[in-house]
């Protein structure tokens, strides 16, 4: 497959690349800073999107903004949106893990009494990006859902799937590292079992 891969410098993004290409797909990896190992490129630019996803299969976005600036994520995910409409181009969108359901509640994560009030602007912002994918009819998507820990880590090559519903372990951890977490993210694009849904992994 051919796979473009916008926040390809990132900690997921790479990860992915890494993943993809160790598969033998043809990977083309974007970055906002264009180096000898990236392609220039803004995923909230829809003519970016448009240029760079031709000759592509399949568009995965895992870009992630700094603090105080996480609208940038809803202005990538209209870009992306707008400049791979009708294209025929597969979207992949790693977003975040705040609105899925805490299991035995009727809560979201975001919602829940613990939730680390930091973390809500980005949370709030992965809410928002959410529901402008899933409104989408142009475009044929998926969103990934981490869940609520993500964090570098040994490649086990096993998870678990999950849909709206945050994956816990049996110690009610909701934990995969970063390595298998791309393992889940190259799987849905070579399967494409989760078009038009959401889904979500773990341990």
Request: charge should be negative; glycine fraction near 10%.
């Amino acid at each position: 497959m051919r796979l473009l891969v916008f926040g390809a410098s990132g900690a997921v993004g790479s990860r992915v690349v890494q993943e993809a290409a160790a598969r033998g797909h043809q990977v083309t990896p974007v970055s906002r800073t264009a180096s000898a190992h990236y392609v220039q490129g803004d995923a909230s630019d829809p003519d970016d999107v448009a240029r760079l996803s031709q000759d592509h299969d399949l568009v995965i976005s895992a870009t992630r903004p700094r603090p105080g600036q996480e609208g940038e994520l809803v202005q990538a995910a209209k870009g992306l949106l707008i400049g791979l409409r009708s294209s025929g181009v597969r979207l992949i969108l790693v977003g975040g893990a705040a609105s899925l359901i805490v299991p035995g509640t009727e809560l979201m994560l975001v919602d829940s009494p613990d939730f680390p009030v930091d973390l809500r602007p980005i949370a709030l912002a992965c809410n928002e990006q959410f529901d402008l994918v899933r409104a989408s009819t142009d475009v044929d998507w998926t969103y990934v859902s981490p869940p609520a820990l993500l964090e570098p880590g040994t490649r086990t090559g096993t998870y678990r799937l999950g849909s709206d519903h945050l994956v816990t372990a049996d110690d009610g951890t909701s934990y995969i590292s970063m390595e298998d977490f791309a393992i889940a993210v190259v799987d849905e694009a070579e399967q494409g079992q989760q078009v038009g849904r959401r889904f979500t992994v773990g341990y």
